[in-house]
């Protein structure tokens, strides 16, 4: 196999795992599962269960509803990047401008769909559908390093089965199962940093011209599945705290050329609280989340046809890609005003560390980050609701370093967020 399959073999395994870090980790992981958790920056989600999309954080939650319970919606995630101050040099050493670029954003919607179903007093089980991430990053057609832009769109959707058991009037346990299926479509060109047209440099160096499709993956999906744990602690109506750890598969992605990439995403562990303060119409709440991504240290890339192994690779075909990636945290915290019997305020706080720490990406831009939000409930009846949920996410600077493809880019990178959530929720 010549540099140019080299080249594109690289490159994809990049892409992938970018586009998957871009919603699981720090970067835009969906912490967006539900329009109520949304308007208190999921600050103590894992416990407060005032509907059925609890079931996205932690099962043990559904011991604490005493009748069947209906929740959808979906949110929407519009991402503000900026691109900035790139230092661009090519394969044969020019150096072609790159210009400032504040569009590769773009808006996607994830639905939620849950329903718990209490079966007695001590039993509860539960369904669950929504997505882990649904992002995307798309530079302009003419973007002159577009080897390192290109297109990112990646969209995931998690199908949950549940169960609860309560011990006693303080302790409650709970487990589910998680089929999980992720697609994937990437895109890059040779950018201005590469020749006019293919040059083959003696003995067999291949380098392609202007243009040339570097990678054009399309729809490479996966299933896996995964479990979540969790229990739950009453110290009495007003009181009580929630702990789930959620365990994440090695992924498997395939695309239509037999190509495999081989991803170990992170473990999640979240601890919740909620407090109704006494004699008043005010509650405070507040969670920290732990995902695990000091595990992702390569992605394994193989051909499933042996004859087309890559140069450098093993007689298998395969080819590892190392990271150095660090933990990732949330810290949130929250308050709920119940303003009258129709409305429900809500406001939260987040603080959101980065994954990334040595490596960094124009593509998916990720830093440490704010989130500021606010939400309602407004009751139609005794047996119906609305919630409505905005997050604004504020990240910071991030200079970035990129020589994956044989020409090098350096860059400043900055990427905001805006979040809105609807959902509607019912009990029977």
């Given at each position: 196999m010549n540099k140019t399959r080299l080249?594109?073999?690289?490159?994809?395994?990049?892409?992938?795992?970018?586009?998957?870090?871009?919603?699981v980790a720090a970067g835009f992981q969906l912490n967006a599962q539900s329009a109520t958790g949304l308007g208190r920056a999921f600050a103590g989600d894992a416990v407060i269960a005032d509907n059925a999309s609890v079931?996205?954080?932690?099962?043990?939650?559904?011991?604490?509803?005493?009748?069947?319970?209906?929740?959808?919606?979906f949110e929407t995630i519009t991402t503000l990047i900026d691109v900035k101050d790139v230092q661009y040099t090519g394969v044969l050493g020019n150096t072609p401008s790159v210009e400032d670029t504040d569009d590769v954003g773009s808006t996607s919607v994830a639905p939620n769909l849950y329903l718990i179903v209490p079966v007695n007093e001590q039993f509860?089980?539960?369904?669950?559908?929504?997505?882990?991430f649904g992002t995307k990053t798309e530079f302009s057609d003419n973007y002159a390093a577009s080897e390192y832009g290109g297109l990112t769109d990646v969209k995931s959707i998690n199908f949950g089965l549940s169960g609860s058991y309560r011990l006693n009037k303080q302790w409650s346990f709970g487990a589910g199962l998680d089929l999980i299926y992720a697609q994937g479509t990437m895109k890059r060109v040779a950018g201005e940093g590469f020749p006019p047209s293919t040059v083959v440099v003696p003995p067999a160096t291949?380098?392609?011209?202007?243009?040339?499709?570097?990678?054009?993956?399309?729809?490479?999906?996966?299933?896996?599945?995964?479990?979540?744990?969790?229990?739950?602690?009453?110290?009495?109506?007003?009181?009580?705290?929630g702990l789930s750890y959620r365990y994440s598969p090695d992924f498997e992605a395939k695309d239509d050329e037999g190509q495999k990439i081989t991803l170990p995403l992170p473990d999640i562990a979240e601890f919740s609280g909620f407090h109704k303060i006494k004699d008043t119409k005010f509650a405070v709440h507040y969670s920290v989340q732990w995902i695990g991504w000091s595990d992702f240290d390569k992605i394994e890339?193989?051909?499933?046809?042996?004859?087309?192994?890559?140069?450098?690779?093993?007689?298998?075909?395969?080819?590892?890609?190392?990271y150095n990636w660090q933990d990732g945290w949330h810290y949130s915290l929250g308050g709920t005003y119940y303003l009258n019997k129709d409305w429900t305020l809500r406001a939260g706080y987040m603080y959101d560390t980065s994954a990334q720490d040595e490596k960094a990406s124009i593509s998916v831009p990720d830093s440490d980050r704010q989130w500021v939000s606010a939400g309602f409930t407004y009751k139609i009846d005794d047996k119906s609701n609305v919630d409505f949920g905005a997050t604004y996410l504020m990240g910071k600077d991030v200079d970035v370093e990129e020589n994956d493809s044989g020409t090098t880019l350096t860059a400043t990178t900055h990427a905001d967020a805006i979040l809105l959530g609807l959902q509607y929720s019912r009990t029977f």
């Open positions: 080249f594109k073999q690289s490159l994809l395994a990049v892409t992938i795992s970018l586009a998957t870090q871009q919603a079931l996205a954080r932690n099962p043990a939650a559904m011991a604490l509803f005493d009748e069947t319970s209906l929740s959808l919606g509860a089980w539960g369904l669950s559908a929504y997505s882990n291949v380098i392609p011209g202007q243009g040339t499709s570097l990678l054009d993956v399309d729809k490479a999906d996966g299933w896996e599945v995964g479990f979540n744990l969790g229990t739950v602690y009453e110290l009495d109506e007003n009181n009580r705290f890339f193989r051909n499933l046809d042996s004859s087309r192994s890559a140069v450098g690779a093993t007689s298998n075909g395969s080819y590892d890609k190392s």
